[in-house]
């Protein structure tokens, strides 16, 4: 498809165990994001790739938290060790250039539940 | 601690009113731009503003960047059904390129 994916849509863990999180950008966009969403809290960045490294990854919330981004394009979540705080949906998006200006270009998102 | 404060957090109006949604933070920003989102997808960009001052219009959507840019507002006219959905502001700061400063969003609801 010509959007962002993200895999999966849904997931529904217990407390405890580990999750991974994908997201397919956009071809070409070098800027990817993470952000998470919860209820009546807006998007709270976590991380920012340009290319493969990440200049910005100061809202990773703690080190249970890592990401990484192979090849310039697809990027994992992941979550060790998963905590009730931690269900939110989880939203992935791309901009041609990173930056001011650039538009971002958001995924559908992946909705976490933790038990 | 929210960078921007985005009021109201939800209006509830009939079809062919007018609204206003204000944006507003302490801080300055290099740029800002308005999202809508829907139930079940991500955010959609409505319009980047760069300029103190600026005003951009979008059919019925009025765009404003404060003149010192630390606020900006989302005027709508004749709100319609199809307006419905969460409106999000986003900065962002010269000092962090990259990353948006989202606020909480405002939920609008236009009834028919």
């Known amino acids: 498809g010509a959007g962002v994916s993200q895999s999966p849509s849904n997931k529904v863990t217990e407390k405890g165990k580990d999750v991974e999180l994908r997201c397919d950008p956009i071809?070409?966009?070098?800027?990817l994001y993470w952000y998470r969403q919860s209820l009546g809290q807006g998007l709270e960045f976590l991380i920012y790739?340009?290319?493969?490294?990440?200049?910005?990854k100061s809202g990773l919330p703690s080190d249970r938290f890592s990401a990484e981004r192979t090849g310039g394009s697809v990027s994992t979540l992941t979550i060790q060790r998963t905590q009730q705080e931690d269900s939110a949906v989880y939203l992935c998006a791309s901009s041609l250039v990173g930056g001011w200006t650039g538009e971002l270009f958001f995924g559908e998102g992946s909705r976490l539940t933790v038990l | 601690t929210q960078l921007l404060e985005q009021s109201p957090q939800f209006l509830s109006i009939q079809e062919g009113e007018n609204l206003t949604v204000y944006c507003n933070s302490s801080?300055?920003?290099?740029?800002l731009q308005w999202y809508r989102q829907e139930p079940g997808e991500g955010p959609v960009l409505l319009v980047t503003?760069?300029?103190?001052?600026e005003v951009k219009k979008l059919k019925r959507l009025t765009f404003q960047f404060g003149d010192a840019r630390k606020d900006s507002s989302l005027h709508i006219t004749a709100a319609q059904p199809g307006d419905t959905g969460l409106y999000l502001c986003?900065?962002?700061?010269?000092?962090?390129?990259?990353?948006?400063?989202f606020g909480r969003g405002t939920q609008l609801t236009v009834w028919p």
């Open positions: 801080s300055v920003f290099s740029s």
């Open positions: 503003v760069v300029t103190g001052g």
């Open positions: 071809s070409g966009h070098t800027a």
């Open positions: 790739f340009q290319g493969n490294s990440a200049p910005d």
């Open positions: 986003a900065g962002a700061r010269g000092s962090t390129l990259g990353r948006l400063y």
